[in-house]
């Protein structure tokens, strides 16, 4: 499968964005699929995880605030981020895996990767 992230860009705190990851070559509906940054000058972090059931996690900087959902007709994974804060800003990457769950917060339990956007929050 092969992933495109797409929506980042530059916003101010407090503002939101929505994220995209659109598959191509295989269902979003038969992966784990998960949303990991990395900020300039730290390791990449997992961000939100959607499951094959549905079923979602969130990394507890960013709980509360993301959502992620799936769409199934289009093929994308979209996290929504609310409530944006500068320690926001970072590359935004979406992966995927067929392990059904499990380590989802683990990026070397992801097989696939998209390309990564910038998603800046300006202070």
């Known amino acids: 499968v092969q992933l495109q992230a797409s929506g980042g860009g530059l916003v101010q705190t407090g503002d939101s964005l929505s994220l995209s990851c659109a598959a191509s070559?295989?269902?979003?509906?038969?992966?784990?699929m998960g949303w990991f940054r990395q900020a300039p000058g730290k390791e990449r972090e997992f961000v939100a995880a959607?499951?094959?059931?549905?079923?979602?996690k969130y990394a507890d900087t960013v709980k509360g605030r993301f959502t992620i959902s799936r769409d199934n007709a289009k093929n994308t994974v979209n996290p929504r981020m609310n409530s944006l804060k500068p320690e926001d800003t970072a590359v935004y990457y979406c992966?995927?895996?067929?392990?059904?769950?499990?380590?989802?917060?683990?990026?070397?339990?992801?097989?696939?990767w998209g390309q990564g956007t910038q998603v800046t929050v300006s202070s």
């Open positions: 992966a995927a895996t067929t392990t059904v769950w499990g380590r989802v917060t683990e990026d070397d339990m992801y097989t696939y």
């Open positions: 070559g295989g269902s979003v509906r038969r992966y784990t």
């Open positions: 959607f499951g094959w059931s549905g079923n979602t």
